[in-house]
């Protein structure tokens, strides 16, 4: 089979063997969980309890604040204790619903939906939408939007991004190992939403054991084929992916819909799937803990809302003091100051490291190597488009494409003189997208 | 309990190559080409190796030094262009000419433009064209202990033979470092293995000037003329090594083709119709002149965007 892949790219260090063959590990919180109300993308969700109300697992206790917008269900059982700021992973503080954990478990009673066959598209994407799903590789972008696509009919590919590009991250890779049949189940519901769509499993050639056991478990699926990515970051960014797949070129104006696709996450399918087909909302993921300063790295079953340092605990704690710790991949995490954070919805991994390789260099004078362009995945000029931002040209910045960045940060990573490029062009890019907004 | 950790923007891992190990990787796949230069012009050559880059580099440390900023020699940055200029020097210059050479690259080419990246042309060519402009006899008197005849090159341009064999070992009269194909070829070898330099400039250089020549050269394809003219002069250092320098080339893909393509044409004219045996000192450092403008109109259409209709 030939190795589908994007122009440009990197191949930083995996460091996955530290976590890739630890089996998946539930773990139960022990403190108070924290749901902030924005965890995903558009509007925040608007609570539906107040300090002192009982909830149950699986009880709503959000609600979408608007069409773009995720709702929240509570993981355990106990009572809520406060509605009030807290800090996330951005090290901003969001207004978050805090409950106190009784350790019971209660449920709250699930009605079990008729089978697949029987339920109408509305159906499975209200399923969708009050499970609370969000695109768990790392955007937050809420599933239920994605899906309700203007014209079902046209889609021609549904893709499930398996490449698990970043760097330490192996909690797809334990997904696709140990519970291939929800990835397929959650794929069949979607592929149920869009009549005329092949589904693809698009997995990077160095889980070639996932590669082989999706190939044997689809041989009598018609609609479902395995693809096999070049491993490369970012093989998982969404524009490269659909050019991978399907050599259709995308740029940041338009959507996946408009050349017939929709692509969705492994994890956010298995979501689906547990949605769709169990009646349970997104309550929990799977959580990377890793890096060269966990004891034990490993992969966890996570309530969402538990307590980092929980996780960290789980982990065995701190087999050296880190020097940084990463929320979510080392290429596009957030640096975390404290690990008295939540696990969110959109948190893949903790990856403590013990040596910052950031501070440990001063950016020094840009040599016109050409590297940033070469690998570049939006074929960009980030040594131009960085030196625009530092002396903000907004006009230069936009003739230059400055927009159509993905901020995969490949050209930082790259750059022999350690110029904080990516780092630049985000904020222009902020800047700008602010400016739009107004 | 609350440690408060270090954080930036992403990305946070880095890739292991640097500056400074692109630049020794250059002056490693120089050493060859000095190394042949010593052992055909003898120690002379050497010492005028030594002389240059020494001359580049404490120019670098006093001007950093005196304008109270940050010393940057550590990058080898400097050593590439003192090696550089003193590979394209005749074996025959006095002493002062590599310290002028040397002080001229560094202090008006490339600190007075605001330092490394920042310079418009190659400084060792520029210092090269300057001395060979200011002191025209010095820099074309080619005889020494080794060779007494002319180059190959200004023989080909009265019309005579060379022979193409002892050319491609090196065995020739000329600047230090130019006369061995050899030597330059296996540095660039070592280049382009490492990934430091690309085939895109050279390529494009030298077929482009290949298909000129043969094309409107005095001696159409003629093998042994057109090896002549590749292993002759500066050539391949000029392609390997100078018209490869990251500053002074074009960033932009399609940019370094036209820019190859363009080197080609002038390195033809200057040396079919110029009145001088060389020409790819100048060719390079015009073609620098153009990179601005090479760069603007190449500039790469981003992933996705559709051609305006």
Known sequence: ?438 | MNTIRKVSSTPHVRGKVTTNHLMLAVVTALLPACGYGIYNFGNRALWIILITVASAVLTELFYELLCKRPVTIGDFSAVVTGLLLALNLPVSVPWWICVVGGIFAILVVKMLFGGLGQNFMNPAFGARCFLLISFTSLMTNFECDAYTGPTPLALLKSGETANVYDMILGRCNGTIGETSMIAIILGACFLLLLGVIDLRVPGSYIVSFVILLGMFGPAGFDFNYIVAHLAGGGMMLGAFFMATDYVTRPVTVNGQYVYGMILGLLTFFFRIYGSSAEGVSYAIIIGNLLVPLIEKITRPRAFGIRRKM
């Open chain 1, 1 to 438: 089979m030939t190795r589908s892949t994007f122009v440009g790219g990197i191949h930083p260090y995996e460091g996955k063997e530290l976590s890739k063959d630890k089996p998946i590990q539930d773990i139960l919180p022990k403190n108070d969980l924290v749901y902030p109300l924005s965890q995903h993308i558009g509007a925040p969700a608007v609570p539906l309890v107040k300090p002192g109300d009982k909830v149950l697992v699986g009880q709503k206790i959000a609600e979408a604040g608007g069409f773009v917008s995720a709702c929240i269900c509570s993981a355990v059982s106990g009572t809520v204790k406060a509605i009030e700021q807290r800090r996330v992973v951005t090290g901003d503080m969001v207004s978050s619903i805090v409950i106190e954990n009784d350790h019971q478990y209660e449920e709250k009673e699930i009605e079990k939906p008729r089978p697949l066959e029987d339920l109408s598209r509305e159906e499975i994407i209200t399923y969708i939408k009050e499970a609370g799903i969000v695109g768990m590789g790392g955007a937050g972008f809420p599933t239920h939007v994605k899906l309700s696509v203007k014209e079902p009919e046209k889609i021609e590919y549904v893709i499930v991004n398996c490449a698990e590009c970043e760097p330490y991250l192996t909690s797809d890779y334990r997904r696709m190992v140990e519970e291939p049949d929800k990835i397929i189940q959650g794929l069949q519901v979607v592929l149920s939403l869009f009549p005329n769509a092949k589904g693809i499993l698009a997995i990077e050639d160095n889980k070639q054991d996932c590669i082989e056991l999706f190939k044997e478990k689809t041989v009598d699926e018609p609609r479902i084929l395995v693809k096999k990515l070049k491993t490369k970051y970012p093989q998982g960014a969404e524009r490269s992916l659909i050019y991978a797949v399907t050599k259709r070129k995308l740029d940041s104006t338009r959507l996946p819909a408009d050349v017939g696709c929709v692509v969705n996450n492994a994890d956010t399918i298995v979501a689906v799937c547990q949605a769709v087909i169990h009646g349970r909302p997104l309550m929990e993921r799977i959580v990377t803990i890793t890096g060269d300063a966990i004891k034990e790295p490993g992969n966890f079953r996570v309530k969402i809302g538990t307590n980092y340092s929980e996780l960290i605990e789980a982990a065995g704690g701190f087999k050296s003091e880190p020097e940084k710790i990463i929320s979510g991949g080392p290429m596009m995490g957030f640096g975390i100051f404290e690990t008295d954070l939540p696990t969110t919805k959109t948190a893949s991994a903790l990856v403590c490291l013990t040596r910052d390789e950031v501070s440990l260099l001063e950016p020094t004078a840009c040599i016109n190597c050409g590297r940033c362009l070469e690998v570049c995945p939006a074929r960009l000029m980030p040594n131009k488009l960085s030196d625009f931002s530092a002396k903000h040209k907004e006009e230069e910045f936009l003739n230059y494409y400055g927009m159509e960045c993905v901020e995969c940060g490949c050209c930082s990573y790259v750059c022999p003189a350690k110029r904080y490029l990516a780092q630049n062009i985000k904020s222009m890019r902020k800047l700008m997208l602010g400016k739009k907004k107004k």
